[in-house]
């Protein structure tokens, strides 16, 4: 796995509007270069050294921490049942409560239920295993630094934990009926009204409790590598995949799980009451590791301290680690911990970043609290002319010499091209399959499932014809080389060919060999070439329509199709690498490469002459269904079932820009004959089309 190491800077960065600046000169040209080069500009994560705050009023070791307001309540520890509020301003503690003396904290969690109102916050904590008493206790927090708490008229309801009951007053133990490890247990809450409690504890365990109707309504076992606890576990509910957490129409919920070799991106979909996993890096310096602290900020998380076992011995962490989530991509920060730390809790407020309690490598239990100071700049949220700016100020207050400038030049001028949505065509009313430009990209046909194919007008968005005639779902459509015609072909077994112009049914082929994937007109428009489920790719005449020839050898569904500049029946090479089905492939401009996507989540290039792999450009978080070459040969273009389209660096192999905005699975894409243009057919049934900025 791929992992670089980000420079520190004793300077803070400040954040005034929307422009990020330095109060000094305090990166070299050395260290922009080493930046730009690892593309880490679209997440600058910047994180100050760490303070010593106010000692703890006692050492805590597996505490769990909430956020309210201006105070952080911390909420007990192991074997530790006393709870305080620590006071931002005033940095000072003040007693809450104990948890009742019957129950014995060990590895246990505690999340915010709602915020009943603007001084009120309610708590659940749940724990236990086999070998302790179980807890599921509530708490109506009213702030100890208010002068509400202490009128007495109310105080005998708040601040103190109380059984969890059910709508009759009757105790709700979670986890008592499958008789739960919850030691190291960790949980999110989710859901419109905030009533889903996604759970993830030993081994390796899932569920969803629903806190309206007090039960479990599913269990499932994750795909980890290894035993699961005390591990990092969130909701993933910020904008970083272009779409919200939860969708209005399908509901999706998506979680992230990270302990020691395990990385798991995780996706709950309520109508159906499913899971799905996707597997995430994990680099190697944290693969030992579990018991750490961690906080997600913007689409990044951080990773504070832990421990493991590596290499024979027992191995204590005083690094900071970042996950990049957009880009599933590791950093490790020159900013450290003062001395190794375990079983600390880290929480998140202001944009400062508060680690609390813990033990030492000696396991001795400490009573630390300290912070740093955390900013988060994403580039890809800025417009055009704000990253230009900034770019400008920097290259002011650095006094940059003409000696480098070019090279910086030409780092910037990469980054800051890009596409932009430029429009939404909306008529299909079943997945998008297929989308190609004409060769003037003028027009656009598309292929659905809704047994449709349709040509679109591109400058004005208006759709110019329907074809209808297929009785199953149209998996592929392109026009000839002349653009006169359209072909396409469908589950219905049948190859059709339309007149572009009238919008009739010139030709249909028919040999009942079942579902037909994909289909190709050959350069000169004399030929068509398809791809079946019966394994054969056969070659048509376009004019009299009798198959001319058929080629053997693939063992599975022939899903893609494509003709090169020479055209020839002989097998030359046979690619192999992916680990899964390959879902499309194309030939490069030159035809010396073929570019491959497949549903193990990669896209791969090809050697034509040495029927090598040359390169494996990146991941996407799922299966990639469609991929194309830019007209230059210099780019390459992917879309997902993670909603994403992906624009890659053939010569890096580096993501170069992820365009999000579908609302579903991203299935097909296309990219213009100029490349200042691409399109994108999705799950959502529309078309959307990109332009360059």
């Not at 407020?349 to 239990?365: P, V």
């Not at 580039?379 to 002011?396: C, M, Y």
């Not at 194309?628 to 010569?651: A, H, K, M």
């Amino acid at each position: 796995m791929n992992q670089t190491i980000e420079e520190n800077s004793n300077d803070e960065v400040k954040t005034e509007a929307t422009l990020l600046s330095f109060e000094q000169s305090c990166f070299n040209k050395d260290w922009i270069l080493q930046y730009y080069s690892q593309e880490q500009i679209p997440h600058f994560t910047y994180l100050t050294s760490f303070q010593s705050l106010k000692e703890l009023p006692i050492p805590l070791v597996l505490s769990q921490c909430v956020l309210h307001k201006r105070e952080i309540l911390i909420c007990g520890g192991w074997n530790k049942r006393s709870c305080y509020s620590y006071h931002k301003r005033k940095n000072e503690y003040k007693f809450i409560c104990k948890y009742p003396s019957d129950v014995k904290l060990s590895g246990h969690c505690v999340v915010k239920l709602a915020d009943n109102n603007s001084n009120e916050i309610t708590l659940l904590s749940f724990g236990g295993s086999p070998y302790t008493k179980r807890h599921t206790l509530v708490m109506k927090y009213v702030s100890v630094w208010s002068n509400k708490s202490n009128k007495s008229n109310k105080l005998h309801n708040y601040n103190k934990w109380v059984p969890f009951t059910d709508n009759h007053n009757r105790p709700i133990i979670i986890g008592r009926e499958k008789n739960h490890n919850y030691e190291g247990v960790r949980a999110v809450i989710g859901g419109k009204d905030n009533y889903l409690l996604f759970i993830t504890y030993y081994p390796k365990n899932i569920s969803v409790f629903n806190l309206n109707t007090f039960q479990f309504i599913k269990h499932d076992t994750l795909p980890a590598s290894n035993q699961i606890g005390y591990h990092c576990f969130i909701l993933n509910s910020e904008n970083i995949q272009g779409q919200e957490m939860i969708n209005a129409n399908t509901q999706y919920y998506q979680m992230l799980l990270f302990c020691k070799k395990t990385g798991l991106s995780i996706r709950y979909e309520k109508g159906k009451n499913i899971f799905q996993f996707y597997q995430r890096s994990i680099c190697n310096d944290i693969a030992p590791l579990h018991r750490y602290a961690y906080v997600c900020i913007n689409g990044v998380i951080l990773f504070f301290g832990g421990y493991g076992w590596n290499n024979n011995k027992w191995i204590f962490s005083k690094s900071v680690h970042k996950y990049l989530i957009k880009e599933d991509k590791w950093i490790t920060s020159q900013s450290t911990l003062h001395s190794p730390l375990l079983n600390c809790v880290a929480i998140l407020s202001d944009n400062n970043i508060h680690i609390i309690g813990g033990s030492n490598d000696k396991n001795t239990t400490v009573l630390t609290h300290m912070n740093a100071k955390v900013y988060v700049w994403d580039a890809s949220q800025l417009p055009i002319n704000k990253i230009k700016f900034i770019i400008q100020h920097w290259l002011r207050v650095l006094k940059i010499k003409l000696g480098w400038i070019n090279e910086f030049n030409k780092i910037v001028a990469n980054y800051v091209k890009g596409y932009q949505l430029l429009m939404v065509l909306q008529g299909h009313d079943e997945i998008v399959r297929s989308v190609r430009f004409s060769a003037d990209c003028r027009k656009i046909v598309s292929a659905s499932c809704d047994h449709t194919v349709r040509i679109w007008d591109v400058s004005s968005g208006k759709q110019l014809q329907i074809f209808r005639g297929h009785t199953g779902s149209v998996f592929t459509a392109k026009f000839s080389p002349d653009e006169h015609t359209v072909v396409s072909c469908s589950q219905d077994g049948t190859i059709r060919l339309w007149d572009v112009n009238t919008g009739t049914e010139i030709m249909k082929l028919e040999k009942n060999f079942g579902p037909i994937w994909d289909v190709d007109f050959s350069p000169d428009g004399r030929y068509i070439v398809s791809g079946f489920k019966d394994k054969t790719i056969r070659l048509w005449d376009i004019h009299s329509g009798i198959e001319i020839n058929r080629l053997l050898g693939h063992l599975e569904d022939v899903l893609s199709i494509q003709f090169s500049s020479d055209e020839s029946g002989e097998r030359l090479k046979r690619f192999k690498g992916h680990f899964a089905g390959v879902t499309r492939a194309r030939f490069s401009p030159d035809n010396k490469f073929i570019v491959s996507c497949s549903l193990d989540n990669t896209v791969r290039i090809w050697d034509i002459k040495t029927g090598t792999e040359g390169k494996i450009l990146g991941k996407h978080v799922d299966i990639v269904e469609d991929v194309q070459y830019f007209p230059d040969g210099q780019t390459i273009v992917s879309c997902s079932r993670d909603r994403t389209i992906i624009l890659w660096s053939v010569e890096s192999g580096k993501k170069i820009q992820m365009l999000s905005g579908h609302s579903d699975y991203a299935k097909c894409v296309d990219v213009s004959r100029n490349g200042n243009k691409i399109i994108s057919g999705s799950s959502d049934c529309k078309i959307q089309i990109w332009g360059s900025l």
